[in-house]
């Protein structure tokens, strides 16, 4: 695996008193959207 492959990858990084810094890859834009079509909110028609 390359330098970028490693910085996509899911992280948990432990600083002290139960506190951790989570690090994870971006949502891709296409399933975001995707998602979005199919499960509109329903807030969203008032």
Request: aromatic share 6%.
């Amino acid at each position: 695996m390359a330098e970028k492959d490693k910085s996509r990858l899911y992280q948990a990084e432990y600083l002290g008193c139960g506190t951790f810094v989570i690090h994870k890859p971006k949502r891709n834009r296409r399933k975001l959207r995707q998602q979005r079509l199919k499960n509109p909110n329903p807030g969203m028609r008032k």
